[in-house]
């Protein structure tokens, strides 16, 4: 069968899966209260003594030892995630039942890695491993999907990233095996709900992730970027003609075009790009696996479930925590008070302001039915205070913890933490770089 | 009489800026009900941002990225002065229109600057209405010195018919009416720059560069500038305009 005709034969698949689920979409509907919430983090094996086979030997050890219900491999050889199943958190329990959950699931893996004398990386990008045929883990998909990007990649797109003077070469998809995110997976009330619950998401998105960046070294390079793994994922992965950028198509990374209207405008943006897989019975699960937005939502079984993919993973599962009250909090607000939406424009500028600038960046945020452009420490205190209330609303209160959270990381995203460790050189050594990631706690 | 090194010396080549990207885009002023409005001065008052400015007709503003020698900042320049502009405008009930080609009816108010003034007492009123109707992108790429700014500049000029192509959203009208405007708008191939400077006499540019409108012009900023790409709302098409001519000048550079 040729390529086109799977695409064909996935494509008819896909929309009669999101025929039947939009259907029956009174089975996704539950209370607040019964929805759960998981935590996913991808983090990376390694250590500057030991080779790859002892590295990927290592790596499946430890998804051996934590067993497939919190462990999985993923792309770049060297990595595994972390999950948590999902866990009720509005239900009268509170965060500590998933807080639990997520740091064992964390301990073991730490255990394990240490029994190897090896290393865990925890920030989002590998910035060791070379770009250009990195090793990737050796299953269809992860061969398959980078080699369609390198294949159909757009002509003349831009394949150096950096604003600091330094530029790193990011033309190769698997780049995307270094990258390593932190995401946040709350359960929705309905389709419809998921549909507005990621709406918030990408307008409150930037505001945590220019605290939260963590991502900034590439190939032992300072990209000067408070977070390139989206950047560099969106450019590498940009296979638009044309004739897509001048009709202001963006591609299925980050941002879509606007925000989504309904649960069918969802879905059918997925549809609009290639499955590049080839597996009828599940098209909706790849469709949706590769539309690789700052949040998508996905369908699991009965469950309608926002998964805000933005952050990078944290040094500290603690602050990863921290990270996803915040997050949870924010919708929570947003959802209770029927906020009016940023218009789309606006976080397209504050996405970038915070994915380049970090705490350095301006955004604009809503305060007092007034639109502003401020410093983001100020917005993310005006974010926080607001996820605070959304929280009190489904009685968790988190205030203190969510103010000593905010009070380290207004000031300084570890990117900057980072870059201050290495005094700012721009093209540190392999043992610089490794030593300042120990002193900054992103290698354990 | 100019002689070449008083003419060359009116061009800031650095070499510290080689290969940085600036941007410059014209827009319109609209009210609520899609009439035109001259109102360019009033709008920068209003927005007090020297990334904002005027252009001739006061129906039209232009805003400018600082040179940047990466693409994200460019792209994050463009999208923040758009959002300034629009939310600048929104205070004067007007809007930004993005829009290749205005009505042949719109105002011909020009904007209050005695240079403008001049150009008007000196030009038809077809001619003025042309200047007033067109609105553009243009490209500059900073270039170290005046023989690489002529191999960049060639290679451009060399090019002109793809990068009018694909800068297009009016079936040529705007590039017709700009030719209409201009006179000279076809952009030489440069021997040298003794020969720059004979064009730069020849056709009357070689006291004042400005008066240079070839689609590809070798500007006093110390950069050539590409004038043919049209308008669009669209950042990542303008991002993909300068991936296209970083692509054809990567050679010569």
Known sequence: MNARVKEKEMLSAFHEKVKKNIEEKERFIRKREETMIGLESEIGVFDLRHTESEMLFVRDAIVKRVGNEGADVELGAFQLELRTPPISVFSGGGILPLEKKYKDITAVAVEEVKKHDSSILRCGTNPFVRIHDTPRTKKEKYTEVPNFQNIHRRKFAEMHIGINGPNVDIGDASIVSLFQSFQVNMGACSLDDAVTLLNYALMTGPYLVGIGGNSRYLECTDTGINDVRILAWEASHDTRTAHDVMRGTKTRIGLPERYFLNIEDYFGRVARYPFILHNPEFAMQVGIGLHWLDTRIKIIGDAAVVEFRMLPTQQKSADEISFALAFIGRLLYAVDNKEELLPFELVKENRLSALLYGTRGNVWIRDGGLLKRVPIDEAIEIEIARAIQGLCSIGIDECDRLGEFIARYKKNSPSEILARALSGKKYPEREELWNALVSTRMVQ | ?253
Not at chain 2, 73 to 93: F, M, Q
Request: charged fraction near 25%.
């Open chain 2, 1 to 253: 009489m100019n002689t070449k090194e008083k003419f060359l010396s009116q061009f800031a080549f650095s070499r510290a800026m080689n290969g940085y990207i600036g941007i410059e885009r014209e827009r319109f002023l609209k009210n609520a009900e899609g009439l035109y409005m001259p109102h360019a001065e009033k709008f920068l008052s209003e927005i007090k941002d020297p990334h904002w400015t005027h252009e001739l007709s006061a129906c039209q503003v232009e805003d400018r990225t600082d040179p940047r020698n990466n693409l994200l900042e460019l792209k994050y320049d463009l999208i923040h002065n758009t959002n300034n502009g629009v939310y600048a405008a929104e205070k004067n009930s007007a809007k930004i229109i993005t829009e290749e080609v205005a009505a042949r009816d719109m105002p011909l108010d020009v904007f209050p600057l005695e240079r403008y003034k001049n150009i008007v007492r000196n030009i038809t009123e077809d001619r003025l209405r042309a200047a007033c109707r067109v609105a553009g992108t243009h490209i500059h790429i900073g270039v170290g010195s005046v023989d690489e700014a002529i191999r960049v500049h060639n290679v451009c000029a060399a090019h002109t018919s793809e990068l009018i192509h694909i800068g297009d959203h009016s079936s040529g009208a705007r590039i017709a009416l700009y030719k209409e405007m201009a006179g000279q708008w076809k952009s030489p191939q440069y021997e040298n720059a003794e020969h720059f400077f004979e064009t730069a006499t020849v056709e009357n540019f070689s006291d004042d560069p400005k008066h240079c409108y070839h689609l590809v012009r070798i500007s006093i900023h110390g950069t050539v500038e590409c004038r043919m790409f049209g308008v669009t709302p669209h950042e990542d098409e303008i991002i993909y305009w300068v991936e296209f001519l970083k692509q054809i000048t990567g050679g010569v550079r």
